[in-house]
């Protein structure tokens, strides 16, 4: 028995390597090319074996002041992710302890409808009131999918929370507002830390709302990276290297917070 179970080990491990490879083989590639040249970008021999440069990343930050788009979607991200949490988590306990499906499919809808439906409308109000190429465009913007979504997680999370615990602070006399701050939010850590980070992934990678909305004050990473494209060719090298920079905060931030997302995800599968 002892020898099946090692067997099954072995093949587990190998199957996990194999995953492993072919989800991080593209990562591995964009950070081996940021300090590639253009030539030994297209040479097969130069694939691990090349003499690295620094020329990419002083094209991206010195160049192209990618500091400022860094800012500019730092900016957004944590805006449109606290307003969402500022409006999801007050809606989505209300949701779950009051009992409104129909309420609940109305927002997964919202979820599922495509960003681009509401562009144009975002587009001619925003133009209207003059916000184009402003942060508020920008947040309300994104937090038309990231409200849903927030609100969507926390859901279960707050369904699988014991009545028992909001019942006894109500027999103390506590107010049902304050159940939710004091009671509720501070054991509801790992699906707020879950639905934040989502949040901010998608505010941080969005490309189509910034692409209409944004202008050059507001411009954000995934807009920016654009400069290493022209008519005649792409700038590989630099673009691998403002790629990287996109991708190392969230997989840095994902890689901190793993044990929370994970925790997170699950609270809900299991009603406490």
Not at 13 to 26: D, K, N, S
Not at 137 to 162: D, Q
Not at 174 to 190: C, D, K, Y
Not at 246 to 254: A, D, F, Q
């Amino acid at each position: 028995m002892r020898r099946k179970d090692r067997a099954y080990g072995y093949v587990y491990a190998v199957l996990t390597g194999i995953v492993l490879i072919v989800f991080a083989f593209p990562l591995i590639w964009m950070l081996l090319a940021s300090f590639k040249t253009q030539i030994q970008m297209q040479s097969t021999s130069h694939f691990f074996i090349f003499e690295p440069t620094l020329r990419n990343y002083t094209q991206v930050f010195q160049e192209n002041n990618f500091l400022k788009y860094m800012i500019n979607s730092a900016i957004v991200a944590i805006g449109s992710t606290a307003g969402g949490l500022l409006l999801g988590l007050p809606a989505a306990y209300g949701i779950a302890r009051f009992r409104m499906p129909g309420l609940a499919l109305t927002i997964l809808v919202a979820r599922i409808v495509p960003g681009i439906t509401f562009l144009i409308p975002w587009f001619i109000l925003f133009s209207q009131l003059n916000l184009i190429d402003s942060y508020t465009a920008l947040i309300l913007a994104h937090m038309l999918v990231s409200l849903p979504f927030i609100i969507w997680v926390m859901i279960p999370f707050f369904e699988s929370l014991p009545l028992e615990i909001e019942e006894a602070a109500l027999i103390d006399g506590s107010t049902r507002a304050g159940v939710f701050l004091r009671t509720v939010i501070p054991i509801s850590g790992p699906g707020i830390i879950t639905s934040s980070l989502m949040s901010a992934i998608f505010s941080w990678n969005n490309f189509l709302f910034s692409l209409v909305l944004a202008g050059e004050k507001t411009k954000t990473l995934p807009i920016a990276i654009f400069n290493f494209i022209s008519y005649s060719e792409v700038n590989w090298g630099g673009l691998m290297a403002a790629a990287t920079v996109i991708t190392l905060p969230i997989i840095v931030i994902s890689l901190f917070a793993q044990r929370y997302v994970i925790s997170g995800l699950s609270a809900g599968a299991v009603k406490g």
